[in-house]
């Protein structure tokens, strides 16, 4: 099995899960529950992002090497280009089913707000990122940090991977401070003059999420470079820092259940609140995401060569999920199929909001039948390979990043 093709079927895997998440029903859903994040502080968008780091790591380092800084720097802005038409290709697609639509206007109102396509401020503040809809802003973020990956791929692939590292490292410590509020603030004010609703509307602190991505750029473009063997970083002799992982996790368990059910004592969680702003992506999201991270690595690539059998077993079931074909294919096309799940989103909940509350077995139903329609773009993408048309001169199919 190829290293992209794993990294692919994660992709899948974390894009499953976003659309079963994302599905809003009144009542519920029971298929959200199953969910590793009701075991961690860790969820797809963080997976999603940190391999979509990765991968434009190994891509796009690739081209700078053989063809120079520039052709890389125009390789990855045309990539922002294409991003940018998909994330206001996909609103106006929204907005414009909210004026055909009877009654999506209301159902839809705390999604979109008071966004009309006749509001030139509104679509402006989109335009320009400062005003996210519901569900389209993971779009936004990739695309952001995109502007800046040419010159952090370039600082890796020429040693200063550590220079990197420190300034992400300083950007999140300014998310969890606060520092970005003195431009935030005066803009949102700004914005908002006039309205009953915020002005400005972001559902990631950018200077927080940043360290998941450019993490991701790093580990990609030094494999790339061939500047770190992950064999011996992961070696199965070596299970110290693996241990250390594993303590991480076992100890956020019992705490990420008490958050999600309401169990944690008031006078703790005044405290454990503060450390833990998902937005802001606060110290307990990123260690437990360093250690579920780490786990997950070391299962993957030591794990097959481990001397314990279960070991080797529980690596045998990772691979082979990761490896489904399903999850390889929107994985190949994650973004398309991102602006796709936005879609799928807004209409199940366009659907809910016009009928009686649905039963249990009806809302699951929907949803597989959303999990059913999701691949669409990425098979009509590949189309010309999945009818066995002659494959192309390189005999692969394109990666997306």
Known sequence: MRRLDVIDGMRGYFLVFMLLNH???AGGLWLVEINHRNLAFVEDAQ???????LLTGMVYSRKMLRDGYRVGQDRIYSRVAELYRYAMGIILVILALKLFLPGAAAIWTNWLGDTRLDD?????AIATFLFQPTFMDILPQYIIYMLAAPVAIWLCINGRWSTVAIASLLLWMAAQLGLQRVLTVPLNEWLSAGREEEGLRASFNLLGW???????????????????????VFD??????LKVAIAVCLFFLPLRVMTAHGLMPGIVLEKFGLMEVRSDFGPVYLMNFAAVGYMFAWTLIAGPKHADERVRRIAQILTAVFSLRYLQLLGRHSLQIYVWHVLIVYL??????????LSQLTKTGIALGGLAVLSLPAVWRERDRLIGEPPTASGGVKVAT
């Open 23 to 25: 599905l809003v029903f």
């Open 236 to 241: 199965p002799r070596k299970t110290r820092v």
């Open 348 to 357: 199940v909940f366009y659907v809910d909001g016009h009928t009686s509350e």
């Open 210 to 232: 940043q360290i998941v991505f450019f993490s991701g750029i790093i580990a990609g473009s030094l494999t790339a470079v061939n500047k770190v063997e992950w064999s011996k």
């Open 47 to 53: 997976g999603f992002v940190f391999l979509s780091g």
């Open 120 to 124: 030139p401020l509104r679509l402006g």
